[in-house]
């Protein structure tokens, strides 16, 4: 089976995105992983399908696969690519389209500077259908990490995300503990660790440790919920700007009840196919 893909990156986040909007692409899990493989594949952090509208009121549908092969609900970072993709492509000519994903309509704008902004829709608060397993409703809650104790806000952006502020990320204990909070047991649907380092009110640094992929340069959804979390507890004010290891974003909420916007760059590596057993 041969495979036309295109690599894109957003910050570095990289992806592998494939047009199926013609004709069903057959992706096993296996399949996802052989592609994802750094060395033995194309590599990526995501693998992104474009697929046609299954309804009448969105413009395409919109699947998302991590690096271990599992189907996932959102990618704020392949969000943006996505649009770059379809109109490099010349699939449509509207600069802002509406995207149909697993956990949602989302919808993304190409601007003239070049830039994408995505409405990612409005943060889930309620921890059961985040989910996370919790008897309190509270912003801040306490989860045994091993022989700590961390303080995190636990968020849903479509997808779940478990916010901790440290002083310093690159002192942070990512890869260690994001490997643990991942897994937790109070995250039926695993989690994505975000370590959330407040410069100012209206900028952060921030890592994500991302659900079946590891830590990443960048991930979108976690900006939009590492913000959420702080502008909730009281620590930061929209807009943001965001610092990741691939570069910056711009996060924009309101508060409870209204969508997060977030800006930033989609970038297209190379083109190429690929044989798969």
């Known amino acids: 089976m041969k495979l036309r893909f295109t690599k894109m990156h957003g910050l570095g986040n990289d992806f592998v995105v494939i047009d199926a909007t013609r004709a069903l692409v057959d992706l096993t899990p296996a399949r996802v992983v052989a592609i994802a493989d750094r060395h033995f594949g194309v590599g990526c952090d995501q693998l992104l399908v474009v697929e046609p509208a299954s309804r009448p009121d969105v ?28 109109h490099d ?22 601007r003239v500077d070049g830039l994408v902004t995505v409405d990612m829709g409005v943060p889930e608060l309620a921890p059961a259908k985040i989910p996370f397993l919790s008897d309190s409703d509270a912003v801040v809650q306490p989860l045994q990490v091993g022989d700590a104790t961390v303080a995190i806000t636990a968020v849903s952006m479509g997808n779940p995300h478990a916010v901790q502020v440290v002083a310093d990320v690159d002192a942070a204990p990512v890869c260690a503990q994001g490997a643990a909070i991942e897994r937790h047991e109070r995250f039926p649907a695993r989690v994505n660790a975000g370590f959330l380092q407040v410069v100012d009110a209206h900028e952060v640094r921030l890592r994500v440790f991302e659900r ?32 990741t290891r691939g570069g910056d974003l711009e996060i924009a909420w309101a508060g409870p009840g209204t969508s997060v916007s977030m800006t930033g760059p989609a970038v297209t590596v190379f083109e190429g196919e690929m044989e798969l057993a």
Do not use: M, W
């Not at 960048?218 to 965001?242: H, Q």
């Open 59 to 86: 413009d395409f549908r919109y699947r998302i696969f991590n690096a271990d092969g599992g189907e996932v609900e959102q990618c704020g970072n392949g969000a943006r690519c996505f649009v770059r993709f379809v």
């Open 89 to 110: 492509k010349g699939l449509t000519a509207k600069a802002e389209i509406r995207v149909e994903t697993k956990s949602g309509v989302i919808a993304p704008r190409l």
């Open 212 to 243: 079946g992929a590891g830590e990443t340069l960048a991930c979108g959804t976690g900006a939009c919920a590492a913000v959420v979390a702080g502008i909730l507890r009281g620590l930061l004010e929209s807009p943001v700007r965001v610092h």
